[in-house]
């Protein structure tokens, strides 16, 4: 990785007419803009599919794209779509907010008038479908299961897969025929949604990657409980399930920076020794999966390979306790399947002598971010003069709060301390003041997310951990944020700092 920058910006968040970003060309627009900015990335968050409570850490696959990114006008160019399909829906009144609500009921009538087409059409779209079939055959490993448990969710009402009646949830053969038969034509719904929004993505990324941008991807270590992967898996040891397929244990973090009480994320821990014997399967085809999708993959929550918290299903996240994660072996296991990957470590949080070795030990670059930098005295590994070359830094992540929103909210003795080591004046802006100092460090690697580099407040927050609903997840950009000052105030500050 050499010494370059690059905007933190998920594809939800791109403007556009329709409810929510898509793979469209407002994406191909933010791309022009990276390119005359002159920056040579694009990070996003984990482009899956939501469910309950909308959050890209949490879905139904660790392999599927999110049908929410389709976007209708390259539909209608496909001859998929006519204008009149899609232009009289309601996709949400406050276009710098999502409703997913009238997305999540809106999106699939139209995506269902474009399946319906291809199949009542199929002789005009011959390319089209071959294209199809051949998606189909290349992505069954994960594609057959993913589309009968999306169509059993429907079938189901929607309801936990280990809710389920007992022959399918634990997935007896003649359940599976049955489902299948019964249930052909949702799943090849499933199917060529997941076909529309994997070539949709493909074109994207090809333009983007033709500007000289790289995409860092953003996976979640842990699989969402109620998820094909889950499901498909339950019985194969990887997961820790009890003997009526429920959670033994699940997942979180102690207290911390984030929340005094702990987060209890509530995703089946997995079962290391299980994985280990089965040479790691699942993960080398995830991770092989997601370096098809991205250049770079954000490897969430990297301490937990090295230890986890782990949480009696049902019970307080205070009450749960460390155990060992498969460390270094799971790396040299990835690493000769698959050959020198480019991950980043996400190592914030309580970091551990083990979890800092196992990181050393990876030679993969981990996180810095200058929102943490003034919370504490001397000796903070945030602070810019602290960092090494091979790490990534951040002014601030998807988890905290935008930078004119920090110093609204933090300390006073923070905000002196941020004020007297960056220099800071209002002239220049606080926020380009903390870009500043990412882009002067020693980092190989400087990420802005676009809240920071619009000068955008708490309003703009992406995430608060440990919080459902609200405005998570929500944030979109305003149409026509970005002017040529800003542009070249961008460009100005990474050729100045060589980047």
């Known amino acids: 990785m050499e010494r370059c920058s690059g905007i933190l910006l998920h ?33 996003i968050l984990p482009l899956g599919a939501t469910s309950f409570g909308d959050s890209p850490y949490q879905s139904p696959s ?80 994960w594609l057959d299961d993913y589309s009968l448990f999306m ?24 359940a599976i025929c049955y489902y299948k038969e019964k249930y052909t034509e949702e799943i090849q719904y499933f199917q060529f949604i997941q076909f529309i929004a994997n070539k949709q993505w493909k074109a994207l990324k090809n333009y983007i990657n033709q500007q000289d941008i790289q995409i860092i991807g953003d996976i979640p270590i842990y699989a969402a409980g109620d998820s094909a992967d889950c499901w498909v898996n339950s019985q194969t040891g990887i997961f820790k399930f009890d003997n009526n397929l ?69 019970y307080s996240a205070t009450l749960g306790s460390w155990r060992k994660g498969p460390d270094i072996d799971f790396i040299n296991i990835i690493k000769s399947s698959l050959g020198n990957v480019n991950i980043i470590a996400e190592d914030l949080g309580f970091m551990t002598d083990g979890v800092k070795e196992l990181l050393k030990q990876s030679g993969f670059p981990g996180m810095r971010v200058l929102a943490f ?3 504490s005295g001397k000796g ?19 988890d905290n709060d935008t930078i004119i929103g920090w110093f609204e909210h933090t300390s006073e003795e923070s905000k002196k301390r941020a004020a007297n080591y960056l220099k800071l004046d209002i002239k220049e802006g606080y926020n380009w003041g903390f870009i500043r100092g990412i882009f002067s460090s020693n980092a190989n690697l400087a990420i802005v997310p676009m809240q920071d580099i619009l000068g955008l407040g708490s309003e703009a927050r992406m995430n608060i951990p440990s919080t459902l609903g609200g405005q998570n997840w929500k944030w979109r950009m305003k149409p026509n944020s970005i002017s040529k000052e800003l542009i070249e105030k961008l460009k100005e500050i990474t050729e100045l700092y060589e980047r």
């Open 380 to 398: 903070n590994n945030h602070l810019p003069h602290n960092y090494e070359k091979n790490c990534v830094a951040y002014t601030g992540t998807h």
């Open 62 to 141: 660790a392999f599927a794209l999110n049908p929410y990114f389709i976007d209708f006008e390259l539909l209608r160019e496909d001859g998929l779509l006519e204008k009149s399909d899609y232009d009289n829906y309601d996709f949400g009144q406050d276009d710098y907010c999502i409703d997913f609500k009238k997305i999540y009921i809106n999106k699939e009538k139209v995506l269902r008038k474009a399946f319906k087409k291809i199949k009542e059409n199929s002789f005009y779209f011959n390319s089209l479908k071959k294209q199809f079939l051949d998606f189909i055959k290349i992505n069954s490993f």
């Open 151 to 174: 169509a059993l969710k429907l079938h189901f009402n929607g309801i936990q897969w280990n809710e389920w009646d007992k022959d399918i949830k634990f997935r007896k053969q003649n």
């Open 11 to 43: 594809i939800s968040s791109l403007p556009g007419p329709y409810g929510i970003g898509t793979f469209g060309k407002c994406a191909y627009d933010f791309t022009d803009f990276l390119k005359d900015s002159r920056q040579h990335f694009w990070q």
């Open 246 to 314: 429920d959670p033994s244990f699940v997942a979180g973090c102690p207290p911390d920076y984030f929340s005094s009480e702990g987060q209890y994320w509530g995703n089946p821990v997995y079962n290391w020794d299980v994985n280990k014997d089965l040479n790691y399967v699942w993960w080398i085809s995830r991770i092989e999966h997601s370096l098809k999708i991205y250049d770079w993959i954000r490897l969430d929550h990297f301490r937990g390979l090295e230890s986890y918290w782990e949480i009696p299903y049902n």
């Open 373 to 375: 930098a003034f919370d």
